[in-house]
């Protein structure tokens, strides 16, 4: 397949690379030093190549803000069957644009970067599909991902945004208000070192990339949930009620141990 990938960020190169190995792949970035080092793909330097190069699917890898924009500035340069596709991390009005034009698409999340991810070994590492994608779409994605030996979830464009203030922000979040909180005087024990090195990671990332998990219409709920426990914390160490922070920890045990599905 003819691909044209838009973006070489982080993610942008590495599905350019994961897409090379199988189909004709073209690159497209607004800072073209980005791109200069992926191999065997095509380089384009403008917009206006993509009509010549007549891609079957374009992958839009930009940044959440500008996801949108970057469809609307190539759509005149696609071939009307051409399949548009996204990457996002937080769907939102991606949806309507799709909804709104009418044509083939394919919504995924790969749920793995490189602060993190050892992205030449995906084993047990995880991504989305948006079971709103069309069926040509879904399988493609589908294949590729069981090739790279990434676990599968689909879910509704709703059912991701949802699922992902509860599985990004909330992770995101907790590191935040631990950076905030580290002071440079600190003795550090190994658990204390562990998390300095999880929140040094995360803050690592782009601001953009934090930002748009931050910024998803759902996390206001998460972080709700996350300030109603910690004022409950904060009532049993008030009182130094034993029994019932032991209660608290078991429970807290189950959810680690999937014992528990609550929310």
């Known amino acids: 397949m003819k691909i044209v990938v838009l973006g070489a960020g982080h993610m942008g190169s590495w599905l350019a690379r994961a897409l090379a190995g199988e189909n004709e792949v073209a690159v497209y970035d607004t800072d073209q030093r980005k791109s200069?080092?992926?191999?065997?793909?095509?380089?384009?330097?403008?917009?206006?190549?993509?009509?010549?190069?007549?891609?079957?699917?374009?992958?839009?890898?930009?940044?959440?803000?500008?996801?949108?924009?970057?469809?609307?500035?190539?759509?005149?340069?696609?071939?009307?069957?051409?399949?548009?596709?996204?990457?996002?991390?937080?769907?939102?009005?991606?949806?309507?644009?799709?909804?709104?034009t009418g044509c083939r698409f394919a919504s995924i999340h790969p749920m793995f970067g490189p602060t993190f991810a050892d992205m030449?070994?995906?084993?047990?590492?995880?991504?989305?599909i948006i079971t709103d994608s069309c069926s040509e779409g879904r399988d493609f994605f589908r294949r590729l991902f069981l090739r790279l030996g990434v676990r599968i979830f689909e879910y509704s464009f709703e059912e991701h945004d949802r699922m992902?203030?509860?599985?990004?922000?909330?992770?995101?979040?907790?590191?935040?208000?631990?950076?905030?909180?580290?002071?440079?005087?600190?003795?550090?024990?190994?658990?204390?070192?562990?998390h300095v090195d999880i929140a040094r990671n995360l803050l690592s990332e782009d601001n953009q990339l934090l930002s748009e998990i931050l910024f998803n219409p759902h996390s206001l709920l998460e972080l709700d949930r996350i300030t109603s426990r910690l004022e409950f914390l904060k009532h049993i160490i008030r009182g130094r009620d034993y029994e019932e922070l032991a209660q608290v920890l078991e429970g807290l045990r189950g959810n680690i141990n999937g014992r528990s599905c609550a929310r």
């Open 36 to 100: 200069e080092g992926l191999k065997n793909v095509f380089h384009l330097s403008h917009y206006r190549e993509i009509k010549d190069y007549q891609p079957e699917m374009l992958v839009n890898a930009v940044s959440l803000q500008q996801t949108v924009g970057a469809f609307e500035e190539t759509s005149s340069f696609l071939k009307n069957d051409c399949m548009i596709c996204d990457i996002a991390s937080v769907k939102g009005e991606i949806a309507d644009y799709y909804r709104k």
């Open 120 to 128: 030449e070994s995906l084993k047990e590492e995880n991504a989305v």
């Open 164 to 194: 992902m203030a509860y599985s990004l922000t909330m992770p995101f979040v907790s590191s935040m208000i631990f950076a905030a909180c580290v002071s440079t005087e600190t003795v550090p024990g190994t658990t204390f070192k562990r």
